[in-house]
């Protein structure tokens, strides 16, 4: 065995680093008066440094790909198609996720029989629809770039991206400006990325440190319906639809797609798995690069199946069952209706679980108060949300690419390479070597 761990592979660093970051958490939560607080002064700043180097160049990456793929999607098909099947995707996968969040509460019933249960307070406000349209159209970008409004973002670019198209060999240029800004971003996210098993190793360190197996014991029942809808989800939900829809292997598309489900369980954070998912999306699943930087971004901003439809949809029942509130028929459909729509304003970053919460506990009134029960293990079931969340962002590009011929079955089916083989600039001197999609030739003139 080769004791220089910098030469192993990517999975196998991190796996390391979980290993090691488990026990160390373990030695500090048994060995310590106040785990939590040893966690925060030695574990939680490695851990946040580096989750924010991710966020730090995420978010003009984001711009970046937006604004280049916008223009080139002209090339590969229908804009409009391509945006409207994505979407529409995306809301099927969040019902159906939703759908066996409910059912698993409903069988399981997580808030029967509890004891007392770890009481830490929050403050939650009920979340309008006059904040999701603020995120969606923020009147200051620069703003909305700091604060990590991510889907303002997106729509600035999406905008700024159709203008550079509208005014013709202008904004070709400025695409082209734009284009090498993303290689550049591409190129600060991957020394970024490389970092992940240190990163990893303060994560999973100070989520052990600071909880222990006995702080999941008043709430058990309620940690294992989230994980056990999310495991429904990504071994049964997504790889039916990769099959009967797709067309494609689903057990290939898990192999591919691990190393960003890996990531994603590890960070808790949809945005900052972006970059990885993107590579994944394109190198290792075979989606055509100009529809993947398009899709990728979107999905990391607004669709989130375990954050925003299975944890909303368990906890609301969660909260029923504890507080002792009936449930008919049409609260059920409201639920499921305010945890597909309201995943528009849950945004990218670490607790947006939190927010589609709120807003569906609101609609169906259920008391907020209760909120707070299920604070104290928050970081433990978002790593499992966060996977679904970036597992559905990978499995929508795939089934949309596959229906519109931009997917690569060829790159999809083949050993899958290694993402930290490469650099940005051969990333890119790849994408522009991938076969593209050409029009139908034109007919022949009567």
């Keep these: 065995m080769n004791l220089r761990v910098w030469k192993w592979q990517f999975w196998q660093q991190i796996v390391l680093s979980l290993v090691l970051g488990v026990a160390v958490g373990a030695l500090i939560h ?3 008066d106040d785990g939590q607080a040893t966690a925060e002064d030695w574990l939680d700043p490695f851990g946040d440094v580096y989750v924010s180097l991710l966020k730090i160049v ?11 793929s916008v223009g080139r999607l002209r090339n590969v098909g229908s804009v409009a198609r391509l945006t409207g099947k994505t979407l529409g995707w995306f809301v099927v996968t969040s019902a159906i996720a939703t759908a066996i969040g409910l059912a698993v509460a409903l069988i399981i019933k997580p808030g029967k029989g509890l004891g007392k249960l ?11 629809w006059t904040q999701v349209l603020h995120n969606l159209f923020p009147s200051n970008i620069i703003k909305a770039m ?5 889907l303002g973002v997106v729509t600035f670019a999406v905008l700024f991206g159709a203008a550079l198209v509208a005014i013709g060999e202008r904004g070709e240029r400025i695409t082209g400006i734009i ?4 290689l550049v971003m591409q190129k600060a996210v991957w020394w970024v990325v490389r970092l ?4 990893s190793f303060f994560l999973i360190g100070s989520v052990v440190a600071t909880y222990g197996p006995s ?11 989230i994980y056990l809808a999310v495991a429904i989800m990504l071994l049964l939900g997504y790889p039916i639809l990769l099959q009967v829809f797709g067309r494609v292997n689903p057990l290939k598309f898990l192999r591919n797609s691990w190393p960003a489900i890996e990531f994603a369980f590890v960070s808790s954070s949809s945005i900052a798995t972006l970059p990885i998912a993107q590579r994944v999306s394109i190198e290792r699943n075979g989606v055509q690069p100009e529809y993947a930087n398009f899709a990728q971004p979107l999905g990391a901003t607004i669709k989130f199946d375990g954050c925003g439809a299975i944890y909303p949809a368990v906890a609301a029942v969660f909260v029923a069952q504890y507080t002792g509130v009936s449930l008919g028929i049409a609260d059920y459909a409201l639920i499921a209706l305010a945890a597909v729509i309201g995943q528009l304003g849950t945004g990218g970053t670490p607790g947006p679980a939190l927010v589609a919460l709120t807003l569906t506990l609101t609609t169906v009134g259920l008391p907020l108060q209760a909120v707070g029960y299920l604070i104290a293990i928050d970081k433990v079931i978002d790593m499992a949300r966060t996977a679904l969340n970036v597992t559905g962002q990978l499995t929508v590009p795939v089934l949309v690419a596959k229906s519109e011929g931009l997917l690569n079955e060829e790159i999809f089916n083949s050993k899958p390479v290694e993402l930290t083989s490469t650099d940005a600039d051969e990333t890119r001197d790849h994408d522009r070597e991938r076969p593209r999609r050409e029009p139908p030739p034109e007919p022949a003139p009567a």
């Design 30 to 32: 048994n060995l310590t």
């Design 58 to 68: 995420v978010v003009p990456l984001v711009f970046a790909a937006i604004v280049v």
């Design 118 to 128: 770890a009481n830490e307070s929050t403050e939650t406000d009920p979340v309008t």
């Design 146 to 150: 700091g604060d990590g409004n991510v």
């Design 179 to 182: 284009d090498d800004l993303y």
């Design 196 to 199: 992940t098993p240190i990163g």
């Design 215 to 225: 702080s999941l014991e008043p709430l058990a029942k309620f940690t294992g319906a």
